[in-house]
């Protein structure tokens, strides 16, 4: 199993990035995908989770109407929208999937994460 995140950048606050994750090695519809971020010198946090089975999300409040994730079962991709970005929302971000209908701390498998900085 593989994950591959991609779409990271320098944006100015304000702006938007759209990250994507390729997974291969499993299907995505019994599987529940996760996006999490790590702050320099901070934990990592989830950002948000979507359910393969039926597409249902869930969001850190801290992203909530500003962050979109979804999900191409048939290009086996998860992608998260990230609009009106801001200065805390840099960090590295992670792709990662586990079994099941909800995401955990501990997920199964992990992808690299891209950098998203955000600033002036």
């Known amino acids: 199993v593989q994950l591959q995140a991609s779409g990271g950048g320098l944006v100015q606050p304000g702006g938007s990035l759209r990250l994507s994750c390729a997974v291969s090695g499993l299907t995505l519809d019994d599987h529940a995908i996760g996006w999490f971020r790590q702050a320099p010198g901070k934990e990592r946090e989830g950002v948000s989770c979507?359910?393969?089975?039926?597409?249902?999300?869930t969001y850190k409040h801290s992203v909530l109407g500003r962050f979109t994730t979804s999900i191409d079962n048939v290009r086996n991709m998860v992608y998260l929208q990230m609009n009106s970005l801001k200065p805390e929302d840099t960090a590295v971000y992670y792709c990662?999937?586990?079994?099941?209908?909800?995401?955990?701390?501990?997920?199964?498998?992990w992808g690299k994460g891209t950098q998203v900085t955000v600033s002036s």
């Open positions: 979507i359910s393969g089975a039926d597409d249902s999300a």
């Open positions: 990662a999937i586990r079994y099941g209908d909800y995401c955990l701390s501990r997920m199964d498998y």
